[in-house]
């Protein structure tokens, strides 16, 4: 069974810190990890990572995955109070294309 | 932008109701998924459908039941339902393909059961 662990379950930081999330998992057949954001509604999709060592970057955010050591790190630098949310990290599976599991979250509180 | 819609933001049903809930995405994707959210479980998936009338189960389908008779529509029925079937309701949607896609959610629909 794919499981998907984030740590930690919550943070609670003030503006302008540089906060990192953590994503470890386990996938029969690994295809993808993926990061979303959720606020008070639906998540909303941040980055796919496929290759190991490759940096995907979005302004303050960015995520690297490592593919021998099974985990992923989702940082946010000079956070804000808009960064407020739960963190979700899911893995698709490669035998049940398009299946993901995701972990549970990391609840992110940024204090201004 | 794709839009995935939900029937309902809020629901409320009493124990041994049949429930129907129902999702419409506009941009001709093939899968559809429906998951359920809970303090401390996270996202967990239900049931998902790779093309019209075909249906897998996730990993909690135990209570539920789908029906996707048109692309653009993905039902989660709940044919009795419980107390412990008190949730999040979500449903997303995303491309098929060798390549991976990313999901798009739905609002949500946060079902309380009596």
């Known amino acids: 069974e794919d499981k998907v662990v984030q740590s930690p379950l919550s943070l609670v930081v003030h503006e302008g810190d540089t906060v990192t999330l953590n994503c470890s998992y386990e996938?029969?057949?690994?295809?993808?990890l993926l990061w979303y954001k959720q606020e008070k509604k639906a998540p909303t999709f941040l980055f796919m990572l496929?290759?190991?060592?490759i940096e995907k970057k979005s302004g303050r955010l960015s995520s690297i995955l490592d593919k021998k050591e099974l985990f992923s790190i989702l940082n946010i630098t000079a956070t804000q109070t808009g960064d407020s949310a739960v963190y979700l990290c899911?893995?698709?599976?490669?035998?049940?294309?398009?299946?993901?599991?995701f972990g549970d979250g990391t609840t992110l509180t940024v204090k201004p | 932008d794709v839009k995935v819609t939900q029937s309902s933001r809020y629901l409320v049903k009493r124990t041994g109701e049949k429930v129907f809930l129902e999702c419409v995405q506009d941009m001709d994707h093939e899968n559809m998924f429906w998951y359920r959210q809970d303090p401390g479980l996270g996202l967990r998936l239900i049931y998902f459908s790779y093309d019209v009338k075909m249906k897998e189960k996730g990993d909690i389908p135990e209570g539920y039941s789908v029906s996707r008779e048109k692309k653009e529509r993905f039902s989660l029925i709940l044919e009795s339902a419980s107390t412990n079937q008190t949730s999040m309701y979500l449903c997303?949607?995303?491309?098929?393909?060798?390549?991976?896609?990313?999901?798009?959610f739905g609002p949500g629909t946060r079902l309380t059961v009596t």
């Open positions: 496929t290759s190991s060592g």
């Open positions: 899911a893995v698709e599976d490669d035998t049940n294309a398009g299946k993901s599991t």
């Open positions: 997303a949607s995303s491309l098929p393909g060798e390549s991976s896609y990313e999901q798009y």
């Open positions: 996938v029969t057949n690994f295809r993808s």
